[in-house]
C-alpha cells in the first residue's frame, strides 16, 4: 500500500490539523528517550501530519478517511510513555486525543470519561462531585491521560492496593472504534477487555472507559529512612500486608539514590542511607505508627502533615516509578532502567540475588504490587547504561535468575510485555484492522508471525531518521 497523504489531508482539512513546525514534531514524539537503545533508532521519527477530533464522529470520520488513503493512524494522549508507544513508526496520521477530555458520568464507584481527560482532572472531578478518586494512576498524574494510561500503561500509584490494570474489577468497559472501511463502534467488558486494553492503539481507537473509583482520602505522604536496604525492602512488604492499615504507595530506593538524585530529600539523608516512600490513609495512621514502632531501625524522617523541613520535597509519589529515572536523568544522562517483576514466593531473595551480583551497577528501586492477592514487586531499577551488549547482559542476568523483564529498550507489545504474541489482540487486529494501518510496527504478530525473538526486531518500515 501507498499512502495518499496529501489526500486525506485535503478530506479532513475542516478539522484540527496540523502538518508543520514544531507543534508537529512535539507531537509525534514520546518518553520513548528514556531509553538510549530507542532514542538511537526514533529520535528521526514523524508523523505527517496531526489531527485532533473532538467527538467519536469525528474519530469516525478520520479512521474512514485514513483506511480509504491507506494513511497509517497513531493515537496518542500526552505522550509520556516510556516505551515509543505513541510514535508514528510508519508517518502518517497522529491522531491526538487532547479534545475529547470530557468526565461524562459519575456514580457511587466508578466513573465514564473520555480517553483525552488528564489523570488530574479526572481525580479533582471525581473528588469535587462525591469524595472519590480513581484507584491506581501513573506518576506523571498531572500530564498524562486516562486513555493513555488504558491503552499504554500496566498499574502504579494505588497498585500496592488495588493490583494492575489487567487484574479483574480495575477497568469496567471500553467503547472502541474500529479502522475499517465503515468503523464499528464496540464496547468491551469482562474477558473481551483484554482484546484491547494496554494494546498501543494497535487494534482499536477507545473512545469512552468505565472504571471504579474508591473513597477519596488526604493521604499522609511520608518518607523513613533506614541504613539496610533489604529491611526497607522487608518493611515494604509487611506494611503492606497489614490488611487493616490502607496504603496507596509503598516505595523503596536503594542508597544512594536517595542521597545522589532527590535534591529536596538529600539534605536529610546520607550516601549509606536507604530510603521507603509512603501514602498512608489518615485513619490508618495509628495502626501504621504502631507497625514503626515496632521496628527501631526504621525511622521517620518526612511527614506531610507534621513536617519541619524548611523545603518541602513536594508530592511523595512522583519520586516513586518512572519519576524516579526522571530525577536520576536530570543529574546523569547516563542512566537509565529496566522493568523487573520480581514474583512470590521469592521476590526478596530474588532482590537480594540480583542486588549483589549487579550494585551499584544497577540500583534498586522497588515498587510494592499486589499479583492475585499476593503482595509483590516490580522493579524499575536504575541502570549505569554503557553499551547494549551489556544492557542485554543485564537483561539476560535477570531472567536467568527467574525475573520476568518487561523491556522498556524494546518499542514493540511483545517484546515490551511476556515476550509472546497475545492472540487476542491479534485476532481482534485482524478483525477491526484488515489492513494493518492502526499503530503500525509495534505488533510482531501482525508482522512477522514466525518471529523467534532472538533479537531485538526492527520495524521494516520505519521512517529513516532525518
Known sequence: MTANIEAAKAALAHLDLEDSGAGLKAKSRDFFWYSPVLKARLDGVSADFVVAPRTEAEVIEVLRVCYVHDVPVTTRGAGTGNYGQAMPLAGGCVMHLRHMAAVKEIHPGRVVVEPGCLLKDLDAACKEHSGQEIRMFSSTWATATIGGFIAGGSGGVG?????????LGNIIRLRVVTMEEEPRVLEF????????SHAYGTNGIITEIEIPLAPAYDWVEMFVATED????AQFAEELANEDGILIKLATVFEAPIAKDYFQRVAPHVEAGTSLIALMVAPQSMDGFETFLDRRPDARLIYRSDASDWERGPGTIFEYGWNHTTLRALKVDPSITYLQVRYGAPD?????????DALSPEVLQHLEVLREGGKVIFAGLSLVKFTTEARLDEIVKMHEDAGAMIFNPHRYTLEEGGRQTVDDRQLAFKREADPKGLLNPGKMIAWDDPDWAYDRMYAYPNLRAAE
Open 159 to 167: 497498585s500496592c492496593t488495588w493490583g494492575s490494570l489487567r487484574d
Open 189 to 196: 467488558r469482562g474477558e473481551e477487555l483484554a482484546r484491547v
Open 229 to 232: 536496604f533489604m529491611q526497607a
Open 347 to 355: 521476590h526478596l531473595d530474588l532482590v537480594k540475588q540480583l542486588r
